[in-house]
């Protein structure tokens, strides 16, 4: 089974995988990786009886080096009983996806791993990327792994301790006013013809490392939850599992049941639960993107809007917005209540998950998994 070609998630054309490749040469849409799935299938069975890892199913990976790709270790995250959490959410079968236990301390390794050892593969020498701050210290650190420059422009509200990161570990950081879309406006001014750029979902391989998240559900559940709840920038992660989810189907290992998907916001920036409620296909930029201490969702816009909108929808799942009250209150319980020490991101989807069991839109019965996204350290 191998990587067959990158479609374009909105128009299909499809494009070259064995060259750098950014969005959709026909519509600047996002490009998804596609592989051999139908010509050859690998058992689950076969799968679980290797070593744990991001690339413990080099089948659906896009590297050439599959199984002894370059690692620092990223991938099988523990998933965390509720517990105390639990209790006093009453839901009973909740479960924390603990990316914060990745090496860079976020879930942004994963799509970094994926997309950094590509860029070896393809000969890139220098990369670029805005980053609200997790992603640009993922992309210093397997940019040191694999021996490639690194240039990453921050919004000047990023935690000092990211842009002492990402400085530590060799990139080139220049500090911007305003948000990851600012940075990425000021980026685009500054970019030369040889800077490949690794911005959330143009470029078809961060998705690909996210969407291990799904696949590691599967591997430790032996299936699917009932809901997901995921804190929604760019969305890479939720497009990646979607994906993952499709991919698994194709495999044989599971059928047509997906989890109800729940993206979670924050209300100073809302711009993928707007849409959602009011029954829109795209999600126009939010304006004036207030400050939060989640700023991991601080995004306007993602070019991937369409397809997060799709899997929220087909799902039957659901968007929520927390304020900055709720999400400081529920990050403070995940971390007394359970001991996890996570981000804000991480309490904002203790608080959908609170409101949503409330309402009863989460039953008692519900296996249900919250992501946190990153370690409290990394937001000083």
């Given at each position: 089974?191998?990587?067959?070609?990158?479609?374009?998630?909105?128009?299909?054309?499809?494009?070259?995988?064995?060259?750098?490749?950014?969005?959709?040469?026909?519509?600047?849409?996002?490009?998804?990786?596609?592989?051999?799935?139908?010509?050859?299938?690998?058992?689950?069975?076969?799968?679980?009886?290797?070593?744990?890892?991001?690339?413990?199913?080099?089948?659906?990976?896009?590297?050439?080096?599959?199984?002894?790709?370059?690692?620092?270790?990223?991938?099988?995250?523990?998933?965390?009983?509720?517990?105390?959490?639990?209790?006093?959410?009453?839901?009973?079968?909740l479960l924390v996806k603990d990316e914060a236990q990745n090496p860079t301390g976020s879930f942004k390794s994963r799509g970094m791993a994926a997309a950094m050892a590509r860029a070896a593969?393809?000969?890139?020498?220098?990369?670029?990327?805005?980053?609200?701050?997790?992603?640009?210290?993922?992309?210093?650190?397997?940019?040191?792994?694999?021996?490639?420059?690194?240039?990453?422009?921050?919004?000047?509200?990023?935690?000092?301790?990211?842009?002492?990161?990402?400085?530590?570990?060799?990139?080139?950081?220049?500090?911007?006013?305003?948000?990851?879309?600012?940075?990425?406006?000021?980026?685009?001014?500054?970019?030369?013809?040889?800077?490949?750029?690794?911005?959330?979902?143009?470029?078809?391989?961060?998705?690909?490392?996210?969407?291990?998240?799904?696949?590691?559900?599967?591997?430790?559940?032996?299936?699917?939850?009932?809901?997901?709840?995921?804190?929604?920038?760019?969305?890479?992660?939720?497009?990646?599992?979607?994906?993952?989810?499709?991919?698994?189907?194709?495999?044989?290992?599971?059928?047509?049941?997906?989890p109800r998907m729940v993206c979670v916001q924050t209300a100073g920036c809302a711009p993928m639960v707007r849409a959602f409620e009011q029954e829109l296909d795209t999600a126009p930029?939010?304006?004036?993107?207030?400050?939060?201490?989640?700023?991991?969702?601080?995004?306007?816009?993602?070019?991937?809007?369409?397809?997060?909108?799709?899997?929220?929808?087909?799902?039957?799942?659901?968007?929520?917005?927390?304020?900055?009250?709720?999400?400081?209150?529920?990050?403070?319980?995940?971390?007394?209540?359970?001991?996890?020490?996570?981000?804000?991101?991480?309490?904002?989807?203790?608080?959908?998950?609170?409101?949503?069991?409330?309402?009863?839109?989460?039953?008692?019965?519900?296996?249900?998994?919250?992501?946190?996204?990153?370690?409290?350290?990394?937001?000083?």
């Amino acid at each position: 089974m191998s990587l067959r070609d990158l479609a374009c998630g909105r128009c299909e054309h499809s494009h070259d995988p064995h060259q750098p490749q950014g969005v959709c040469t026909a519509c600047g849409g996002p490009l998804l990786a596609r592989y051999d799935i139908g010509a050859e299938t690998v058992p689950l069975t076969t799968v679980l009886g290797r070593v744990p890892g991001q690339v413990r199913c080099p089948e659906t990976y896009p590297t050439n080096a599959g199984g002894t790709t370059p690692t620092l270790g990223e991938g099988a995250t523990p998933l965390v009983p509720g517990g105390r959490l639990a209790d006093a959410l009453r839901i009973p079968r909740l479960l924390v996806k603990d990316e914060a236990q990745n090496p860079t301390g976020s879930f942004k390794s994963r799509g970094m791993a994926a997309a950094m050892a590509r860029a070896a593969e393809l000969g890139l020498a220098t990369v670029c990327l805005p980053s609200a701050g997790n992603a640009g210290g993922a992309a210093a650190a397997y940019g040191a792994l694999h021996g490639i420059r690194v240039v990453i422009y921050l919004p000047d509200s990023t935690p000092a301790a990211i842009d002492r990161e990402c400085q530590d570990l060799g990139a080139d950081v220049v500090r911007v006013p305003g948000t990851i879309a600012d940075a990425g406006h000021a980026l685009a001014a500054a970019r030369t013809d040889d800077w490949f750029s690794l911005a959330t979902l143009r470029e078809p391989y961060r998705v690909e490392g996210k969407k291990v998240m799904g696949y590691e559900l599967l591997y430790d559940l032996g299936s699917l939850p009932d809901v997901i709840l995921y804190p929604t920038g760019g969305g890479t992660g939720l497009v990646g599992m979607w994906k993952a989810f499709d991919e698994m189907q194709a495999l044989g290992w599971i059928g047509d049941e997906r989890p109800r998907m729940v993206c979670v916001q924050t209300a100073g920036c809302a711009p993928m639960v707007r849409a959602f409620e009011q029954e829109l296909d795209t999600a126009p930029a939010w304006e004036n993107a207030e400050p939060t201490t989640a700023f991991g969702l601080r995004v306007p816009g993602a070019l991937g809007d369409f397809l997060i909108l799709r899997a929220l929808r087909a799902s039957n799942g659901t968007a929520i917005a927390i304020g900055e009250p709720a999400m400081a209150d529920d990050t403070s319980a995940i971390a007394t209540q359970l001991g996890l020490h996570s981000s804000p991101e991480g309490g904002a989807c203790v608080a959908a998950a609170r409101q949503l069991r409330e309402s009863g839109w989460i039953g008692e019965t519900d296996v249900v998994v919250i992501f946190n996204t990153g370690h409290a350290l990394k937001y000083l």
